[in-house]
């Protein structure tokens, strides 16, 4: 393809792309108030963490028997409404806007990177919901921490874009950082990090962890901050096991072809032991005297 092809490839791949968040933001903006079957509106899961909030005592009840939040702009709720629509439909419709993003640059790319995509792409949508889902159950407690600070002295009554914003934002931060296992093993993958640079910095990255989790959470919430400072040291450390296999694995391979012995890959003796390609690794030096 020439330069104008690429050129009007993109421009077709992100109509279609921005194509789908407006279809998607509309069915969002519509799911903001209605039902579907036997989900809930978006309204009701976004107000479920407030609502959870004892009425009177912690949460502040205008109409008896209402959970409401307050409206303090008169445009106010149509920007929420479009927001949280906007985000939604995001969701909603990223298998599609993904997959143009794919199909832009996948010609560019060898059959097995193809299929890294792939693999890729569906383990990034599915550790973002779940951390997003994992966020959406942790938002009650720590809510709950936070408007119990001023004790029988204040009473919670919350402007619905503080609040809006707030749920958002902790649906947003758990799920870009339940990114990071994809992360570390892309860069070992790449040899960019490799796991003897993660077994020497794991108490720094950590420690990082959770300051990181510290700063990153809204509202100084230490439920949600411990939440999400533990699953990333958990994730963490799973990344780091699957770098440490992925580089054993490497290692045996470069000692079978005849690149090094064991020491230079800080493998011991038995790690060489039964695994396949040994017996190459045993001839090679006589293959090489026969060349000399």
Avoid at 63 to 91: D, S
Avoid at 170 to 181: A, D, K, N, T, W
Avoid at 221 to 226: E, H, K, N, Q
Wanted: net charge neutral; hydrophobic share 50%.
């Amino acid at each position: 393809m020439t330069l104008r092809d690429h050129l009007y490839e993109l421009k077709h791949r992100l109509g279609l792309a921005l194509l789908a968040l407006v279809v998607g933001a509309i069915l969002g903006f519509l799911w903001f108030e209605w039902r579907v079957g036997p989900i809930p509106s978006l309204s009701n899961l976004l107000m479920d963490p407030y609502c959870a909030l004892q009425a009177g005592t912690e949460r502040f009840e205008p109409n008896a028997g209402k959970c409401q939040l307050l409206q303090t702009k008169p445009f106010e709720a149509f920007l929420i409404r479009f927001k949280v629509g906007l985000a939604a439909g995001a969701v909603l419709t990223s298998p599609f806007w993904l997959y143009q993003i794919w199909a832009f640059i996948t010609p560019g790319l060898y059959d097995n990177e193809r299929k890294f995509t792939r693999i890729f792409v569906f383990l990034a949508s599915f550790l973002f919901v779940t951390g997003a889902v994992l966020a959406y159950y942790v938002v009650p407690k720590g809510l709950s921490v936070l408007v119990s600070f001023g004790g029988e002295a204040f009473v919670t009554a919350l402007a619905a874009n503080d609040y809006i914003s707030f749920v958002l934002v902790m649906l947003m931060i758990f799920g870009v950082s339940f990114e990071l296992p994809l992360l570390i093993t892309m860069l070992n993958r790449i040899g960019v990090l490799p796991y003897r640079n993660l077994k020497n910095w794991r108490r720094g990255i950590i420690f990082a962890l959770f300051v990181f989790a510290a700063v990153a959470t809204p509202g100084t919430d230490p439920i949600g901050m411990l939440a999400l400072a533990v699953s990333m040291t958990l994730l963490f450390e799973l990344a780091t096991q699957l770098a440490r296999i992925h580089d054993r694995k490497a290692a045996r391979q470069a000692v079978a072809e005849g690149w090094g012995d064991a020491e230079d890959y800080d493998l011991k003796p038995e790690d060489l032991e039964d695994k396949p390609g040994k017996k190459k690794a045993d001839s090679a030096p006589s293959g090489l005297d026969d060349v000399t």
